[in-house]
T-cell receptor, first 113, second 111 residues
Framework: GAGVSQSPSNKVTEKGKDVELRCDPISGHTALYWYRQSLGQGLEFLIYFQGNSAPDKSGLPSDRFSAERTGGSVSTLTIQRTQQEDSAVYLC???????????FGPGTRLTVL | QQQVKQSPQSLIVQKGGISIINCAYENTAFDYFPWYQQFPGKGPALLIAIRPDVSEKKEGRFTISFNKSAKQFSLHIMDSQPGDSATYFCAASGDTDKLIFGTGTRLQVFP
């Protein structure tokens, strides 16, 4: 169907609050990635899910960040006790197979006040 | 060793001109080098990609040149158009599938 979708498109929260960001990948895509894009920076890899394999969490910046992928489809990125430095655009991407083209969603802009 | 260095940070080109963006990497395990185009408010979209078994790949007005010995690759946009105005990211990946991105180049093409 449609491309990768993410919600919400914008999220403003107060420092110390928890937030959940959602990603709906393209139907049938087995691989799902989360990236973070800060102002003036490139995209920073956060976490990668491939099928039923254990996720690659090597890019998560702290233990306040976690992600899960339910039923091999929808993924949720959770940030606990948000900090101002967490403010960024969080992008999700999916690919049909491993090493395939990654299709990106429009991102969620997170602002931590 | 995981970094991909991209330059310039911004680029202004006149319509019809050639836009050139350069990237360099250190990790010799990288074997996939895509370029992504991003418009404001949108996610990046794959523009063109190359693997190190070829030195050049052309798709329409977009060409990737790849220099394996120098560990450098570049994007050339021929006959640049105002609609090409966007931010361009180079990236690289190797035996893992996570893309390591450059810091981006903001291209502005003026009529």
């Amino acid at each position: 169907g449609a491309g990768v979708s993410q919600s919400p498109s914008n999220k403003v929260t107060e420092k110390g609050k928890d937030v959940e960001l959602r990603c709906d990948p393209i139907s049938g895509h087995t691989a799902l990635y989360w990236y973070r894009q800060s102002l003036g920076q490139g995209l920073e890899f956060l976490i990668y899910f491939q099928g039923n394999s254990a996720p690659d969490k090597s890019g998560l910046p702290s233990d306040r960040f976690s992600a899960e992928r339910t039923g091999g489809s929808v993924s949720t990125l959770t940030i606990q006790r948000t900090q101002q430095e967490d403010s960024a655009v969080y992008l999700c991407a999916s690919s049909l197979v491993r090493e395939g083209e990654q299709f990106f969603g429009p991102g969620t802009r997170l602002t931590v006040l | 060793q995981q970094q991909v260095k991209q330059s310039p940070q911004s680029l202004i080109v006149q319509k019809g001109g050639i836009s050139i963006i350069n990237c360099a990497y250190e990790n010799t395990a990288f074997d996939y080098f895509p370029w992504y185009q991003q418009f404001p408010g949108k996610g990046p979209a794959l523009l063109i990609a190359i693997r190190p078994d070829v030195s050049e790949k052309k798709e329409g007005r977009f060409t990737i040149s790849f220099n394996k010995s120098a560990k450098q690759f570049s994007l050339h946009i021929m006959d640049s158009q105002p609609g090409d105005s966007a931010t361009y990211f180079c990236a690289a990946s190797g035996d893992t599938d996570k893309l390591i991105f450059g810091t981006g180049t903001r291209l502005q093409v003026f009529p």
